[in-house]
């Protein structure tokens, strides 16, 4: 399949990727182009900034989560009906999991250009260097030959003299220079205790910043030559992933509400496909906003996201705390992924949450980041017992207890983490359904055999 591609790498963290990235597609969209915005790795809230960008979901390309095989064909459905796909790296470039299991690199953005057979386009961090930047490009330009850097782009350069000193230098190094962008504060995204704030929650200043980053963008970074870059990727082989293909179909559509808006914006777009090719009507819910579940619902999936920021106006909403509570007494299905445990529980730093969960929860000052391989330890509405799946933690609270008398994962050496409560499947664990898509067969099915009898009852 033909389809003009890039990776937008960096040699670390903090170069200015996700602004380069997200300016790109903002500028490719402006010129009438579809584009197709991609992730390196498991993060949730570069993609928003993405998919503001370019009209269209962000998704994300993780091997550890979804498995070698499904990486092109994510990538393919990601694409369809795009005119180019932009892919923001991860961390450095050679940069991969650290974990036992793994060769050093694996999920790198280096690994993932080479599966994609894409060009990258490397940007670098000019505001503290001049005739260096050549030795820098030139090491990582040789250090794989399976990777091929096609371009750079100087990021927070300083003046002109700044500017021609790093060109000057570059010119000797054999990769073209496509662009400039000098240093310009403003427009910094603002973040907190899990990295940026998600752009759903900026919601107007969110579009402000885009637009802006796309106008930068197209005024310093030659957007034709990266457009020439893209083109020289050749055809990828193979079919675009097909939800339908992965999941057994339930009759009787069954509704499951999916938690959105500002306080759970973590969520891969996999899943809703995936529920709905499994027969389910996907509604969203908005607990910040809603006071009730959508009508019909038979089952709740909760995300992660930031509900500790609007943990005393989720606690105001009681008319939806006390509906989800109800449908979890009423035998229907539940998933909760970090932020949805928090939710779940009894209280979040003092304020009464669902209380489904016999758990309270707290903001803790550490943070819990990491990929996990995880065994099912109890039988649930996603997965039998013994199921192994790959997942990653990302918070910055804690739960006491950390699970319940029936828990839900175990990882390496760890103790058991998680609850599975009736139909409720509550933990800390990150999945994206793509990697285990029977998941998304089991929580609809087992939805479909909720009777609406039962769910009246609880009202």
Known sequence: MRMPRIVVAAPSSNAG????????????????????PHKVGPDYIDPGYHGLAAGRPGRNLDKWLVGDDRITPLFLHGSRGADVAVVEGVMGLFDGAAHASVEPGYGSTAQLATHLQ?????????????RSVAALVHGFATFDPSVRIGGVVLNRVGTDRHEAILREALGAAGVPVLGAVRRIEELQTPSRHLGLVPAAERSAEAVRT???????????????AVLRLARTAPDLAGDPWDPAAEVTR?????????????????????????????GAEVVTVDPLRDGALPEGTRALVVGGGFPEVHASALSANVGLRTAIAELARSGAPIAAECAGLLYLSQELDGEPMCGVLPTSTAMHPRLTLGYRAAVALTDS????????????????????????????WQWNADGPEGFVTANVH??????????????????????????????????
């Open 118 to 130: 894409a060009p990258v386009v490397l940007v670098v961090d000019a505001a503290s260097q001049a």
């Open 250 to 278: 339930v009759e009787g559509r069954p509704v499951v509400a999916v938690a959105g808006g500002p306080a759970f914006t973590f969520g891969y777009a996999e899943t809703a496909e995936l529920l709905t090719a499994a």
């Open 17 to 36: 990727k996700t602004s380069i990235t997200t300016g790109l597609i903002a500028a490719l969209t402006a010129r009438g182009l579809s584009v197709s």
């Open 210 to 224: 885009v637009r802006a980053l796309g106008a930068v963008v197209e005024s310093s970074i030659d957007l034709d």
């Open 426 to 459: 509550a933990s800390y664990l990150h999945l994206n359904w793509a990697g285990s898509p029977g998941m998304a067969s089991r929580f609809v099915a087992a939805a479909a055999r909720v009777p609406l009898g039962a769910l009246h009852a609880h009202r």
């Open 381 to 408: 509405v996603l997965a039998p017992a013994g199921t192994r799946v790959r997942g990653h933690e990302f918070h910055r609270t804690t739960a006491g207890p950390a699970a319940g008398a029936t828990p839900a």
